[in-house]
């Protein structure tokens, strides 16, 4: 971006085709489709390799070459008129769901990535630099940790060897290496993969804010820092009805005081979030005393102190808890991610094409983790968001209005147009940090 500013709004004249875009998300939301009008799409199960089927097909029929990388990353490339070296304009999102969840979560940005690609096409529009849209890998993070798992390879900010080489937590011997091939996504195309001139994501909100506020786009600023550990609590298994409670060690106990604890932590520390999602407990019987329980917590604060706090005394309090009740505790990180930022220039671009549109927009944080956080490790980086109804996500309830959606896609054409327009190699590109520590 010459001079270092944000790019010019560019308006190439037309609109995204609506319709076309509002087919494929009903579309891609029939495959791993839930009783209860839910997506299920776990990343590297067979369902995944569905969704990647018929995305990766509509990728070709628009006449995109076509790549897929050892992490399973699908990116299709619009070549453009000038010298094919140039850096691409990279636009992308995640098509893996989780469990019963929503039609629009990551699908969205693929598919109106898609969308910029079919538009361009029918306007017979040539770009000098190449556009690139991307599936990334297992960005839920849903079976195999961390999230955004695919982009973290892609930005080379974990080793694809060591990622193939993750045992599946289904209990069966294989590998995430494993899954991909049985699903024909175990590809070679290289890694860390090229460092884009600049990246943009469309995404849904997944929280209240822009929907109370009437407001219609999101400039979103960065994502908040993450933590996931999943907790091992050993007691002793005993039987419920002879064994009296002093003389219990009862590993579900500290659990049931770890989830309360971290309750009132988040609600006392300034925009903490903290959530048990998984519990397990051994052996999960009517009449034994849990001997075992294993849970995971996901801890999130824009501010990293204060998820560092959060965190202390989260553990602090386990650790007290555990020692009262005769339990030990082990502990496993499964992703640990710092406050990502986003480029200035991308933000004031997003607000800049969103007021040429029309459509009200604010600049905001995201609190849920996305592709784009580890692209901004790398090359200018900015998401677009839309608003959620009810601000539900990850759940079948998932919603976002027509209207929006199109809203949305033709905020990231005119982004993609004005990013593709913007000349000269972009200023801030990093090293791709080989093996980056995960924590920035
Ligand atoms: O967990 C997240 O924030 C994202 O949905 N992976
Ligand atoms: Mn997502
Ligand atoms: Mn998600």
Redesign the pocket.
């Known amino acids: 971006m010459p001079g270092g500013g944000a790019p010019e709004v560019r308006d190439p004249g037309f609109r995204i085709n609506g319709p076309r875009l509002l087919e494929d998300i009903a579309a891609l939301g029939e495959v791993g489709r839930t009783p209860d009008g839910g997506v299920e799409r776990l990343a590297f199960t067979p369902a995944d390799g569905l969704g990647r089927d018929l995305v990766k097909g509509w990728m070709e029929a628009a006449g995109l070459e076509v790549r897929v990388d050892g992490i399973g990353n699908v990116i299709g490339r619009r070549n453009g008129a000038g010298d094919p070296a140039r850096a691409a304009v990279m636009l992308g999102s995640h098509i893996d769901t989780?469990g019963n969840g929503g039609r629009y979560?990551g699908n969205l940005g693929v598919l109106a990535a898609l969308e910029v690609v079919r538009t361009l096409n029918d306007h017979q529009v040539e770009t000098g630099r190449p556009l690139e849209i991307g599936a990334f890998s297992n960005?839920?993070?849903s079976r195999y940790h961390p999230?955004?798992m695919g982009s973290l390879v892609y930005t080379g900010g974990m080793g694809v060897a060591a990622a193939q080489a993750l045992v599946s937590p289904d209990g069966e011997g294989q590998t995430l290496g494993d899954e991909l091939a049985a699903i024909g996504y175990r590809g070679e195309a290289p890694l860390p993969g090229p460092v884009p001139a600049a990246y943009a994501e469309l995404h849904i909100e997944?929280g209240p804010v822009l929907e109370a506020e009437g407001l219609g786009l999101g400039a979103v600023t960065g994502v908040q820092g993450?933590l996931w550990e999943e907790i091992t609590l050993t007691g002793r298994a005993n039987h419920a009805g002879t064994t009296p409670m002093r003389f219990r060690t009862d590993a579900g106990v500290v659990m049931a005081e770890a989830v309360l604890l971290l309750r009132r932590l988040a609600t006392g520390i300034p925009d903490q979030v903290a959530t048990v999602g998984r519990a397990r407990l051994w052996p999960g019987l009517t009449n034994v005393v849990p001997g075992r329980v294993e849970f995971t917590i996901?801890l999130r604060n824009p501010d990293p102190a204060r998820l560092d706090e959060a965190t202390e005394r989260f553990f602090t309090g386990l650790d007290n808890a555990a020692a009262k009740e005769g339990v030990t505790v082990a502990r496993r990180e499964l992703a640990q991610f710092g406050p990502a930022v986003f480029d200035e220039r991308v933000i004031s671009l997003v607000e800049a094409v969103a007021g040429h549109l029309g459509r009200s927009c604010r600049r905001m944080p995201s609190?849920?983790?996305?592709d784009a956080q580890m692209f901004s490790r790398v090359c200018p980086t900015g998401m677009i968001f839309i608003p959620s109804v009810g601000g539900v996500s990850?759940s079948p309830r998932e919603y976002s209005s027509d209207e929006d959606v199109v809203a949305g896609g033709n905020a990231l054409l005119l982004t993609a147009v004005s990013l593709l327009a913007a000349d000269g190699p972009p200023t801030s590109v990093r090293d791709a940090p080989a093996g980056a520590s995960r924590r920035e």
């Open positions: 989780v979560d960005e839920e993070g999230d955004m997944q993450i996901d609190g849920a983790g996305h990850h």
